[in-house]
Structures are given as structure tokens and as C-alpha cells.
């Protein structure tokens, strides 16, 4: 028996004032992590925030499962220059406190976020939305200012924390990509 199908993208054209990427076209079941993978510039960012409403859909349908819970990680998370809030404040934003975080993660949520160096502050972001009880999670360029280390806490994150949850992963980086999809689709511009 089939997973349920919470996400179908068909024939999806998107862009803002003109087209950036289509057509694409996907299903994304129930627990399934689906890796797009592309160049820069390639339209995989715009994809995500045209699933989130963000870009404007040319031609073609998104079809997303009614009431679906998302947690979107941008490729570039804002980080507020000075700003008292911990890494516990944000987990606990986004409902991700009920879960315990991996001791590699949890000792980074006793900091403030604006002193986090930028690949904690990312494993942090990720953790928020890997935590959290979204269903569907969207993960932009998550390995963007990590170390080798901190790559391999993410690789692991993806890999033990999923819960039957679904992902869409976005990077540019094959490896990666290879190491946490059970699916791969190519995108190009």
C-alpha cells in the first residue's frame, strides 16, 4: 500500500515577475525525503516558495493535502542582529521543545542566536524545523556555513529524526543529497 500523498506538483511554472523554473513536476508521499538538486540559479529555491505561496505559479498545479502543517527553513534565515532570544525561545516557537534535541544540538540552545556562528545558527534553524510537529518540512540549502562536523549532525538529524515525517530537500550539493534522499529529482532552469 501506497504512502499518503501529501504534496503533487504538475507541470509547475513559477517565478516572481517572470518564470524561474518549470516545469516540474513530483509527488511527495508520506515519509519519503526527496531531494532536488541543481545548479545555482536553477529555480529550486523558487519551487519551495511557490509550494509556501511565496513565488507566483505561472502554469501548472500545487496540490498540497488539506490542513497540512509546513515548516519552511530558507536558504538565508534571518538573524536578527541583536536579540536576546536563545535557541530554547525558537525550538520553543515552533513547538519543537516537546522533542528532545540531540546533545549535539542541545548545548547549542542555551546561547543566544545573534552569537551563534553562522553553521550553529543554521543546525539550530534546522532543528526548529526538524522538531517541530509540521508534517511536511521544507529544508532550503541546509548545509549552507557548515562544517564537516556539524554537515554530519545534519546528515544524522535527517536520517534519525524523521518520524515518518516528510522532507523536501533543496541543495546544490550531490553528495549531500545522495546521503539523506530516498528520492532525487533534477532541477534546471
Not at 508520506?30 to 511565496?54: M, P
Not at 522533542?99 to 544540538?105: F, I, L, Q, S
Not at 556555513?145 to 545534519?154: H, I, K
Request: aromatic share 4%; glycine share 8%.
Amino acid at each position: 500500500m501506497k504512502a499518503e500523498r501529501l504534496l503533487q506538483c504538475d507541470q509547475v511554472v513559477a517565478g516572481y515577475g517572470r518564470p524561474v523554473v518549470g516545469p516540474v513536476s513530483f509527488d511527495l508521499h508520506r515519509g519519503e525525503v526527496l531531494g532536488l538538486l541543481g545548479s545555482n540559479g536553477s529555480g529550486k529555491s523558487t519551487l519551495l516558495k511557490a509550494i509556501t505561496g511565496v513565488a507566483r505559479v505561472f502554469s501548472g498545479q500545487i496540490d498540497k493535502l488539506p490542513d497540512i502543517r509546513l515548516a519552511h527553513h530558507r536558504q538565508q534565515p534571518v538573524r536578527p542582529r541583536e536579540f536576546p532570544l536563545t535557541g530554547r525561545d525558537l525550538v520553543r516557537l515552533t513547538g519543537a521543545s516537546k522533542r528532545k534535541a540531540p546533545e549535539d544540538v542541545a548545548r547549542l540552545l542555551k546561547g543566544r542566536m545573534d552569537r551563534l556562528s553562522g553553521g550553529q545558527f543554521q543546525i539550530v534553524q534546522v532543528w526548529a524545523c526538524m522538531g517541530s510537529p509540521s508534517d511536511l518540512i521544507l529544508l532550503d540549502e541546509p548545509t549552507n556555513n557548515l562544517d564537516p562536523a556539524t554537515m554530519d549532525t545534519l546528515v544524522r538529524l535527517i536520517r534519525e529524526e524523521l518520524n515518518g515525517r516528510t522532507l523536501l530537500v533543496v541543495s546544490h550539493e550531490a553528495s549531500f543529497i545522495e546521503a539523506v534522499c530516498s528520492r532525487v529529482l533534477s532541477v534546471s532552469s
